[in-house]
Every structure is written in structure tokens, then in C-alpha cells.
């Protein structure tokens, strides 16, 4: 079975500092690796994906995250955080294209000026 | 840009009631999900459907729920019999390739 973890329920960044949000995940196969972003009442939205080509995934709104085996994770990170960025993410993985997301308890992003 | 539209945004529902929560996914994907959210808590799988049938379903996906695409737009799931605990936001979602795309959600309230 998969699970994902995400360290973390809330992290708290000053503008323009690093983001940082930890994403370890449990797979027997090979996993697909995703983030998502959900603003306030709003769905989820893709940031970006691992789906075994690039180790180094670069998505929207200048995030990125590395996936590293050796280490079952895919952290997200952002060298410089704009108040926009304000959310929750979640990480998530799925076994193939398309199985089922399971998702992490998602980490609270807040950016204080 | 094509999206995955939910509706309706927020259904108050008694307990015991039937509620239907509707989706239209994008139009040329082939795999639909449905997903809720508990307030504060994870977003957790519930089912997925191809080719006009269930293809994976989760062990909160009981009897009280189905899930029917009548007529090849809409996609639809249905709680039988509405409980307290079944209040949350549901979420759809469809894909084609790896991506999964999100509707809105509705927030169902059972009171």
C-alpha cells in the first residue's frame, strides 16, 4: 500500500525567505509524485508532477521539488516566498498514471510580511 | 482552458436524505474519480470510473454511495441515506494522462 507524509501540518515563512514543505512517501513501485495547491475555497490545483523522467521537477509559480529515492522523498521548495503564496499543499503519489491519488495531510503554508 | 465544473458549491442536506452531487468532466478524459475532505483532515479516495463502470473503489465507498455518468457528460455520486459523518467537501476529478484535474468541490452539510 502507499501512504504519503508530509512533516509539517503548518509552516510559517517571511516573505522572500526559502519555502520548504517535507514530502516522504511508502511505495512498492515505482511512484508517480505529484503536488497540489489549494487556496482558500477553491479545488486543487497541480503544481507539478514526478512521473520518472526528470529527478528535478519544475513546476508553476516557481516551485520545483527533487525526488530522491534513496531518501523516499519529494520536497517542495521555492527559493524566494511571495504573500500569494499563502495556501495548503498536499503531496501525493499514485502507482501509475491511473490509479487513485493518495494523499498526505497536507502542510499549511503562511507567509507573514 | 477546459476544467472539471462541480455543482452545486455548497448543498445543506438533512440527515437521512438522498443527495446527488454532480460533475462535468473535461471532455476528452477517460478516468473520473471521486475524492472527499473532511474538515482538517486528509483528502481521501473514495472511487474511480472507466469505461462506464467502477474501476477502484475505496472502503468508504459503501452501499450508501454510487456513482452513474447517465449520459456521457455529467458524472454523478449519490448518498442514499445522508449521515452526520458523511459531511465534507467532495471533490471530482478526471484525467486522460498522469494528471489529474480537480473540480471546486461541493461542501455538503448534513444537519
Known amino acids: 500500500a502507499q501512504s504519503v507524509t508530509q512533516l509539517g501540518s503548518h509552516v510559517s515563512v517571511s516573505e522572500g525567505a526559502l519555502v520548504l514543505l517535507r514530502c516522504n512517501y511508502s511505495s512498492s513501485v515505482p511512484p508517480y509524485l505529484f503536488w497540489y495547491v489549494q487556496y482558500p475555497n477553491q479545488g486543487l490545483q497541480l503544481l507539478l508532477k514526478?512521473?520518472?523522467?526528470?529527478?528535478l521537477v519544475k513546476g508553476i509559480n516557481g516551485f520545483e521539488a527533487e525526488f530522491k529515492k534513496s531518501e523516499t522523498s519529494f520536497h517542495l521548495t521555492k527559493p524566494s516566498a511571495h504573500m500569494s503564496d499563502a495556501a495548503e499543499y498536499f503531496c501525493a503519489v499514485s502507482e501509475s498514471g491511473n490509479t487513485p491519488l493518495v494523499f498526505g495531510k497536507g502542510t499549511r503554508l503562511s507567509v507573514i510580511a | 482552458e477546459p476544467e472539471v465544473t462541480q455543482t452545486p458549491s455548497h448543498q445543506v442536506t438533512q440527515m437521512g436524505q438522498e443527495v446527488i452531487l454532480r460533475c462535468v468532466p473535461i471532455?476528452?478524459?477517460?478516468?473520473f474519480y471521486w475524492y472527499r475532505q473532511i474538515l482538517g483532515q486528509k483528502v481521501e479516495f473514495l472511487v474511480s470510473?472507466?469505461?462506464?463502470?467502477?474501476?477502484?473503489k475505496s472502503e468508504i465507498f459503501d452501499d450508501q454511495f454510487s456513482v452513474e455518468r447517465p449520459d456521457g457528460s455529467n458524472f454523478t455520486l449519490k448518498i442514499r441515506s445522508t449521515k452526520l459523518e458523511d459531511s465534507a467537501m467532495y471533490f471530482c476529478?478526471?484525467?486522460?494522462?498522469?494528471?489529474?484535474?480537480f473540480g471546486q468541490g461541493t461542501r455538503l452539510t448534513v444537519v
Open positions: 514526478y512521473t520518472s523522467a526528470a529527478t
Open positions: 471532455s476528452n478524459h477517460l478516468y
Open positions: 476529478a478526471s484525467k486522460r494522462g498522469s494528471e489529474a484535474f
Open positions: 470510473f472507466y469505461n462506464n463502470e467502477i474501476s477502484e
